[in-house]
């Protein structure tokens, strides 16, 4: 009760304060990035249409926007890409907030400057609350369990991975993978699925040579026709 009183506390003065120190710089061509890259080309295909529209679920830093907008440029030449994440002013040690890292990441993308709707934009928001519809959608390591939710600092509130999976499906107009972390987490994914009679392919492990994690990653790809 007292963490989730902190965690309550805690999220409040951020999304309040939105403190952030500027100018954040680093290393755009970075391993998540690559990794983003890979995965989508192995486990994602589709096909080359002129204009697509992507949703990605829980940006975090976006600190792997460009591996998403490398490849889905690929397949279109118009590319609406959209991030959202619920915490994006928490902060990181260096006192750099999600959101100003973020819009590092993404000011040198092609379109970002065209304005909002149009090229790369991250929205710092609850995913209940875009109405938009989307071609595609990536949703890596969604919370199925409450304890990393609270780990990372959100209120229990926040905690409603099956209303969060039927809203995000209400988005969809084609495809959306879905990357879990371990064997527990993608069995309790497998079920929401299920209950919410989605359908969808199990990918099994999520390979890569681009980073190693300690956990394995396991895949889903929801179709919708």
């Given amino acids: 009760m007292f963490n989730d009183f902190k965690n309550k506390f805690d999220f409040y003065i951020r999304t309040k304060t939105k403190f952030s120190r500027k100018n954040y710089s680093g290393n755009i061509n970075n391993p998540e990035s690559e990794y983003?890259?890979?995965i989508l080309t192995n486990y994602f295909p589709i096909d080359f249409k002129e204009s697509i529209s992507v949703l990605d679920i829980g940006s975090k830093n976006w600190a792997y926007v460009k591996g998403e907008y490398d490849f889905f440029k690929n397949y279109s030449?118009?590319?609406?890409l959209d991030g959202v994440e619920i915490d994006a002013y928490r902060l990181n040690s260096n006192f750099y907030s999600r959101y100003e890292i973020a819009q590092f990441y993404i000011k040198n993308l092609q379109g970002v400057n065209q304005g909002v709707n149009q090229g790369v934009n991250y929205y710092p928001d609850n995913l209940l609350n875009i109405n938009k519809k989307y071609d595609y959608i990536i949703w890596?390591?969604?919370?199925?369990?409450i304890y990393p939710l609270q780990k990372w600092g959100l209120p229990k509130k926040y905690f409603m991975p099956?209303?969060?999976?039927?809203?995000?499906y209400k988005l969809l107009n084609k495809q959306m993978l879905i990357v879990n972390q371990g064997e527990e987490e993608a069995e309790i994914?497998?079920?929401m699925l299920d209950n919410l009679g989605i359908e969808y392919k199990e990918l099994g492990t999520i390979e890569s040579q681009a980073l190693e994690f300690k956990n394995s990653r396991y895949g889903f790809w929801v179709i919708k026709n």
């Fill in 189 to 191: 994914q497998k079920t």
């Fill in 36 to 38: 983003l890259f890979e």
């Fill in 162 to 168: 099956e209303k969060l999976l039927e809203h995000a």
């Fill in 77 to 80: 030449t118009q590319l609406i």
């Fill in 140 to 145: 890596l390591l969604p919370f199925v369990t």
